[in-house]
Nanobody
Framework: QVQVVESGGGLVQAGGSLRLSCAASGRTFSSYGMGWFRQAPGKEREFVAA????????YYSDSVKGRFTIFRDNAKNTVYLHMNSLKPEDTAIYYCAATLVPLSTLPRDYGYWGQGTQVTVSS
């Protein structure tokens, strides 16, 4: 099993940057792929980015490609989401999750979720 806790959310102006962190517990962190999802009020949970075990493979949604970067530090049991050029439509609760399915975009493939961190982008 793995437990994950997100941090780093906050309020930022449009065009700004923010880095989210997701700290995981357990000795098997490097065995899991990790993903970031987000959910805005009244909308379904949306895939943002995924990274596979060693960090060599990543995948992004079209809406964030070129602006967001996912990376991980297995020595620190942490995965990050660096967000640049933020837009008001990026406002959402951002969730980190762990999976054994390579680079999955489906929430149902992720068995372990954090509680989320709020990101608000003002115009």
């Amino acid at each position: 099993q793995v437990q994950v806790v997100e941090s780093g959310g906050g309020l930022v102006q449009a065009g700004g940057s923010l880095r989210l962190s997701c700290a995981a517990s357990g000795r098997t962190f490097s065995s899991y792929g990790m993903g970031w999802f987000r959910q805005a009020p009244g909308k379904e949970r949306e895939f943002v980015a995924a990274i596979w075990r060693s960090g060599g493979s990543t995948y992004y949604s079209d809406s964030v490609k070129g602006r967001f970067t996912i990376f991980r530090d297995n020595a620190k049991n942490t995965v990050y989401l660096h967000m640049n050029s933020l837009k008001p439509e990026d406002t959402a609760i951002y969730y980190c999750a762990a999976t054994l399915v390579p680079l999955s975009t489906l929430p149902r493939d992720y068995g372990y979720w954090g509680q989320g961190t709020q990101v608000t982008v003002s115009s």
